[in-house]
């Protein structure tokens, strides 16, 4: 009872069976009581939010990070108690974030709504009581059989009925979902492909059942039961039947299907799967230095009431004659007075955490990634693609990098396949001009004549032709057409449409050498072999998978024989033949591999009647089977796939895309290991190994593989770790095999990442998308902790992009997986120099200095505020009006910064690219390393205690600064603390620029003045809604005195000066790898530079004062040129072997 209680609230829904049955036309049984299953509508949600939960959700989701909940508490604080502040300093801060970040979630999130509108509102047509009915695509309901035109989406997940073609088929292209551009043909079953019309449509009887949603766009099981003359026929359904939502259909004039998934149920609405989410080095240091400014805070908090009470110990300073207790404040509980006068200095002090950086760094990354999106060095003409991104919370980590992890094909090579040569019956072939010529031997027959091929080499070009699943296309596609009408005459309008380059590559070849295949019509493929055509007719097609690692069909041919062609790796077919030159062909897919050729086996098999008649009756039994059909598949072409006879092999050519060897060698100079995880044979992998660059000729190769046993493994690894301790003088390269990997990962992960780690670059073969994975994680979790991206252009490459830290998709051949799934996404391999080296260098500077600016810039806010306490008797008094309070992070110091974190470069791009070990200068983190985060904490202390006490030494002895004699109060000594910080921390950011632009002049002397405006306009009015007028002509009064500008100036002098001295004094003694670039890119337009800054536009630095101390040091001669020596260590490693762009350094 109450479980039923339960499912009718909706807390326990009830229990789903595996399957659902789907009642075309929704035509359910008339007989019993049939309860109907209730499905989804179709209605397609991206977006995150609704009218009624967006306040609610989005606020529980920005007070779940610790620092907006941390203002939260610290503004019911304020609210509650009575503290030194007004709420609002915390307030309207903590408003000002959440609303910003809010209106920005809320517009992303309204662009997702008003998408969802546009395809739910979209027209479709649906067949219903009899006719055909337009209504929108939410409407379709799961039953509905919808009509489809050419060129228009599919609105649901449809099982196709019927086609305007007789034999049922369409084509179809599904770029918008995995980025495949070849048509794919789908199928009707043949009972329902004569339903070609609304009315018989109507009158079709017919039940489909399959399994319930599921986010695999390739796996699709059910079956469909049709009720002809009252008699049921069940033939299966699999994902060749199933037109999935997204794609397109594409030379079929119509077609109609009925609704299985719809909505949220569909299969691309499944895979918007929210990717884990990644943080960056850099977010993780910000969130240590949190908890110890957090720590700073408590301890101030606490020292300060500590102090309170010992000062309250003498009776004088307890209870003084101006300010007696009530009789209440003396009966009160001393613990909770503790308590309350603890949290008042909480409130005091709390500006120490900034709760603007959350804010500013959002700002920073999401502005900074357009930058990626605009540069056109990353742009490809070619296929007119640019880069992107698809977030930018890691932008800063692309200049961390330590290890990349690199698919082969199609990333460093161009996917594009060319035939090279084959192997028949042990012979080797060649093509010459068309011609399959042996090796060695030249064409000598006329070109008129056609060439007299042996039985083998004919039944070797015919299996090649004819076992694929490629596609033709014409330029005449309208109306069903005939295919094998353009055979004669019309070969120059026809194009080739595979899934797989390889399969296209090798049909074009046999089409060159005389054995054309011309089309597929419903069952039967025709190829025309010298001009004599010839049909077969396909009964089967054995689908490739990754685990068999082959593809077979079979057919019956002109003669009524039932032949099985098929075709894979070596390893998936060699141990399957009991004929042919084995032996031979083996050692030349060998020597094929050697020469950095993609092998293929091909080999056939013939049925006998006896033999066929129980293949068909298993793959029947297979196919319908509705449980565990992809095994029972399995096991059934494991049987049919045996005692083959071996016709040859074939050798297909992948080019290597243009500067991949440039970029490998570039990212080993800027200290970035690079390894290659393929799929691809052993022999074939090292071959490209060697000729893109990642393999040296004077490497010392390195093997573990085809090992058998732990025991033989763990054996083998050790003799490498000896190898490699003996011969440590030169460089080592690893080649590691999938079964291989696999048995060191079991047990002996420690001794192989001690291998892995000694070699300057590792090649993994033969390897499944899975261990690529393990690989990156394996890496990834050692005690060094590594920062390592992975990058790949196809499905495979899917699991190894989301596991590496960072992910980088290529828009290759295979699809767009690997790009949907990814973090970054660029068109070339070569892009990746420019990605890491200039943007990675540049986002990781600007944010680095951001965070540590950021505590710097609160530390001199805060620290005033605690050493004033020391002079009014710890009584709370704030030192700052709470105006200035709560605008000195959101407008008095926060533009400079965000400008500072988009534009700044240390060093011009060409250099960066051109000099590759400049990357080893911010390796590891290094800009937020603990010494640096002390150094700046401990600058902002400094440059505190010089405001504070150089303020309060001009006005602490009762000095009159005033023309009539009068004295400045407390307000006045505040406003001179403030109005001194803001100008230091503003020029400390100019001095840490190098790279000034019209953008950086305006908002650094923009923001100064901004200051001074509001502070005249704010002191020099009356506020009728502000309850105190306490800083009343206080600024105007300030700076009539010229004691307080003269005070201004030497405080600034004081706190800059050891910084300017330290800094010029570092560049000349110890300057860094980045320092000595910018003296030498200086030198290409000046004799001379300054020390700290370097502008563009041969504008002068920001400091006059560097370029006359260089020149006191002897560091500077106006008249000599200044050069570094080539023994110098930083060009040791340096090679200026990188040029993506020919763009000139710019003069300082």
Not at 717 to 745: E, F, M, N, P
């Amino acid at each position: 009872m109450l479980r039923w209680i339960r499912q009718q609230l909706g807390f326990d829904p009830p229990h789903q069976s595996d399957t659902r049955t789907v009642y075309i036309a929704n035509r359910f049984p008339q007989h019993g009581h049939y309860t109907p299953q209730r499905f989804a509508d179709n209605r397609i949600i991206s977006s995150k939010y609704t009218i009624w939960n967006f306040i609610p959700k989005n606020l529980f989701e920005q007070f779940r990070r610790i620092a907006n909940f941390y203002f939260l508490i610290i503004f019911l604080v304020q609210l509650m108690i009575d503290t030194p502040t007004s709420p609002v300093t915390s307030g309207l801060p903590l408003f000002f974030v959440i609303t910003v970040t809010a209106i920005k979630q809320g517009y992303e999130d309204w662009l997702r709504h008003k998408a969802d509108n546009e395809v739910n509102g979209a027209p479709v047509f649906v067949v219903r009581s009899g006719s055909l009915v337009q209504t929108r695509s939410k409407n379709i309901r799961v039953g509905d059989i919808v009509r489809v035109a050419k060129d228009e989406t599919f609105p649901a997940d449809l099982v196709l009925l019927s086609s305007d073609r007789a034999e049922g088929t369409c084509h179809i292209t599904t770029a918008s979902l995995d980025g495949e551009t070849n048509l794919k043909t789908h199928y009707a079953v043949p009972e329902t492909a004569v339903s070609q019309s609304v009315s018989r449509l109507e009158a079709l009887q017919a039940v489909v059942e399959c399994q319930q949603p599921e986010a695999d766009l390739y796996r699709f099981v059910g079956r469909i039961t049709v009720t002809q003359q009252g008699e049921e026929i069940v033939r299966p359904l699999g994902p060749e039947n199933l037109l999935l939502r997204g794609a397109r259909l594409k030379n079929t004039k119509e077609i109609f299907g009925v609704a299985v998934y719809t909505g949220m149920e569909s299969k691309m609405a499944l895979n918007y799967k929210c990717k884990s989410q990644k943080r960056s080095a850099v977010e993780k240091s910000m969130n240590t230095f949190l908890i110890i400014y957090l720590g700073i805070l408590l301890f101030e908090a606490i020292l300060s009431t500590i102090l309170k009470y010992a000062w309250q110990a003498e009776n004088k300073w307890d209870e003084p004659f101006y300010n007696e207790k009530t009789e209440q404040e003396r009966n009160s509980s001393k613990i909770l007075k503790f308590i309350s006068d603890f949290l008042a200095f909480l409130v005091l002090y709390n500006f120490i955490i900034p709760i603007s950086l959350y804010v500013t760094v959002e700002m920073q990354k999401f502005l900074g990634s357009f930058f990626i999106g605009w540069d056109l060095d990353l742009y490809h003409e070619e296929s007119d693609q640019r880069a992107q991104v698809n977030t930018s919370d890691l932008n800063e980590e692309l200049g961390q990098v330590e290890y990349v992890f690199t698919d082969k094909t199609g990333t460093l090579t161009e996917n594009e396949m060319q035939f090279q040569e084959c192997s028949i019956n042990g012979i080797k072939y060649q093509e010459i001009n068309g011609k399959l010529v042996p090796e060695g031997m030249t064409d000598d027959t006329p070109d008129s004549s056609a060439p007299r091929l042996s039985r083998e080499e004919e039944l070797f070009l015919k299996a090649v032709s004819l076992c694929h699943t490629v596609q033709i296309s014409y330029d005449q596609t309208d109306g069903p057409g005939d295919p094998f009408s353009h055979a004669n005459g019309f070969t120059a309008q026809m194009e080739y449409y595979a899934s797989s380059p390889d399969e296209k590559a090798l049909v074009e070849a046999t089409k060159r050498m005389g054995v054309m295949f011309t089309g597929s019509k419903g069952e039967t493929m025709e190829i025309k072999t010298f001009g004599k055509s010839e049909k077969y007719k396909l009964l089967h097609v054995l689908e490739f998978d990754p685990n068999r690692r082959r593809m077979s069909v079979i057919l019956q041919t002109p003669l009524g024989e039932k032949i099985l062609f098929t075709k894979g790796a070596e390893s998936a077919i060699l141990p399957y033949t009991k004929s042919g030159e084995i032996e031979k062909t083996r050692l030349h897919v060998d020597e094929f591999a050697l020469k950095g050729l993609r092998t293929l086996v091909v080999a056939y098999r013939l049925f006998s009647a006896e033999e066929y008649k129980e293949v068909e009756q298993r793959i029947h039994e297979a196919r319908t089977a509705l449980q565990q059909r992809e095994e029972r598949l399995a096991d059934v072409f494991s049987f049919i796939e045996k005692d083959l006879e071996l016709l040859g092999a074939t050798g297909v050519e992948d080019k290597l895309q243009e500067k991949v060897q440039e970029t490998i060698e570039a990212l080993r100079l800027a200290g970035i290991k690079v390894w290659v995880l393929t799929g691809d044979k052993h022999e074939t992998a090292v071959s490209v190994s060697l000729s893109c660059g990642h393999f040296h000729r004077t490497m010392n190769i390195l093997e573990l593989v085809q090992q058998k046993s732990d025991h033989e493994c763990a054996e083998q690894l050790r003799r490498l770790a000896r190898r490699i301790k003996d011969d440590h003088v030169i460089q080592h390269g690893l080649v590691v095999d999938g079964a291989s990997l696999s048995l060191a990962l079991r047990e002996h992960e420690k001794l192989f990442m001690e291998v892995c780690k000694n070699c300057s670059a590792v090649l993994c073969c033969r390897m499944a998308p899975l261990q690529k994975a393990k690989v990156v994680r394996l890496l990834k979790t050692s005690p060094e902790k590594p920062i390592t991206l992975a990058i790949g252009d196809g499905a495979n490459d899917v699991s190894m992009i989301q596991e590496a830290h960072v992910g980088i998709g290529i828009m290759g051949k295979e699809g767009r997986q690997a790009v949907r799934n990814s973090d970054y996404a660029i068109a070339r391999f070569k892009f990746l120099a420019k990605l890491l080296l200039v943007h990675g260098h540049f986002y990781y500077i600007r944010i680095a200095t951001l965070v540590q600016y950021f505590f710097y810039k609160n530390v001199c806010f805060i620290t005033p505020q605690f050493l004033y306490q020391f002079f009014c008797l710890f009584s709370q008094q704030t030192l700052y009006d709470s105006v200035y309070l709560t605008l000195y992070n959101i407008c008095f110091t926060s533009l400079p910064i965000l400008v500072y974190s988009l534009f700044e470069q240390l060093v011009h791009p060409h250099v960066l690219q051109s000099k590759p070990a400049l990357y080893r200068d911010i390796s590891k983190n290094s800009l937020l390393s603990f010494k640096t985060f002390l150094y700046w904490t401990l600058l902002g202390f400094c440059h505190a205690f010089i405001f504070f006490f150089g303020s309060y030494i001009l006005m602490g002895e009762d000095t009159t600064l005033m023309g009539n004699g009068q004295m400045f109060g407390n307000w006045t000594f505040g406003t001179l603390v403030f109005t001194v910080m803001v100008i230091t921390v503003t020029l400390k950011l100019a001095l840490e620029t190098h790279f000034w632009t019209w953008i950086n002049h305006f908002v650094t002397w923009g923001s100064i003045a901004f200051y001074f405006i509001f502070s005249l306009f704010y002191g020099g009015i009356i506020w009728p809604f502000l309850h105190t007028q306490d800083m009343y002509f206080v600024f105007v009064q300030l700076l009539s005195s010229g004691s307080a500008w003269f005070a201004i100036i030497i405080i600034i002098i004081t706190c800059l000066f050891p910084d300017v001295i330290k800094k010029v004094f570092y560049r000349h003694m110890q300057p860094t790898s980045t320092q000595k670039s910018q003296f030498i890119e200086a030198n290409a337009g000046i004799s001379c530079m300054d020390s700290l800054c370097c502008f563009s536009e041969g504008r002068s630095g920001c400091s006059r004062l560097a370029g006359l101390l260089e020149r006191l040091m002897g560091r500077c001669d106006p008249r000599a040129p200044r050069s570094w020596s080539d023994s110098d260590p930083f060009y040791s490693n340096d090679r200026s072997i990188l040029t993506l762009s020919p763009v000139e350094a710019t003069h300082c």
